[in-house]
């Protein structure tokens, strides 16, 4: 992983999964051997991982899709309503982006939405961030002790935007309850690419496995599956529908507002400035009381996020900091859903092909890959 850790600009883009870290939790994966098409020598899982952590890509460009199919039932204001169709591309629809790579310094990507296209451009030390639905570009310089950092995402938080960052949250979870294999070669974006297996031990993960497509000649994942238990297709995918490895043109690095767009030009102590304004006593109060009130109960596929929901008598700090539309939203969709009990107490329980959460009466909200059972087990301590 060291080549990612010293380039982070090509840990953001580049599609290099972290499978490294596998050998660590999996120590059988060096006797498994890929059954590769003919027209590829066989590889094991090792020498697979021991490819990816020394791939080096000068440049590349491409198209990614994300798209997502998690069996959720209808939810007011997320499944159905105004301004929902943003969100259900992400749990069930898909996402579009094109990405272009030339060097540590040099990275675009634009994301293309149903309502515009939200572009972010890294070239040396300016970064532009443009939004077409209201036609609005904001332009800063990086700092020269930022340099190097990663740059912004385009998908929310949480949503993978490469096959990298898809494959850096399923490896997070290996332990030696997963089982690592092989299978035969796989052809994305019409490149042949070896295909790494990873399975949950542990029946309790509603996750049934997650298959890794590495190039054969560059070593990078060029798409992720993520599989529910018992699925024949992928609950989530993430991979280049298209891909080149030459480096692109230094114009695609060079951005011109279009006509008509309000450009905005923070400088370093406007940015301080709105920092200050966001980090309230209450805001600094609430956020000590959710990291207070969260834990994660397990490891590895089934761990479980334990958090504690913002309490009622809050609705001051809510409104303060415009998070009371925010709660209203949540307090519907809670009620829509079916009521549950059990020795750890009573609450509301949401369930889909990948992932269960349990809203309890009580003001908690705990979430994991697993099947309720665990959840209740959870709740219990």
Known sequence: ???????????????????????????????????????????????????????????????????ADLGLPSLPGVTSGAGSSEIMNLVAGSNTARVWYAGEDKARLALMGTLGETDVIRNGSDVWMWR?????????????????????????????STPQEAADAALAAIDPTTAVTTTGAAKVAGRDAYELVLTPRDTASLVGQVRLAIDADKHIPLGVDVYAKGANDPAVRVAFQQVSFEVPDAEQFTFNPPPGTKVT???????????EKAITPEAEKAQKEAAEGTKVVGKGWTSVLVATMPKGDDAKAKAEDGAAGAAGQLDAIVGTLPKTSGSWGSGHLLTSALFSALITDDGRILVGAVAPEKLYEAAGK
Not at 14 to 34: E, F, R
Not at 35 to 57: C, F, G, T, Y
Not at 142 to 149: Q, R, S, V
Not at 265 to 275: F, G, L, Q, T, V
Request: net charge neutral; aromatic share 4%; proline share 8%.
């Open 132 to 160: 077409s639905t209201d036609s609005s570009a904001t332009h800063f310089k990086l700092p020269a002790d930022k340099a190097g950092a990663a740059g912004p995402k385009a998908l929310p938080s949480g949503v993978p």
């Open 1 to 67: 992983m060291s080549v990612f850790r010293s380039r982070p600009a090509l840990r953001w883009l580049v599609p290099a999964a972290a499978a490294v870290v596998v050998i660590g939790g999996g120590a059988a994966a060096g006797t498994i051997v890929a059954s590769a098409d003919p027209s590829l020598p066989e590889r094991s899982a090792a020498q697979l991982l021991v490819d990816v952590q020394n791939a080096k890509v000068d440049g590349f460009s491409g198209t990614v899709v994300q798209t």
């Open 265 to 275: 030009e923070p400088s370093e102590s406007d940015i301080a400035k709105e920092r």
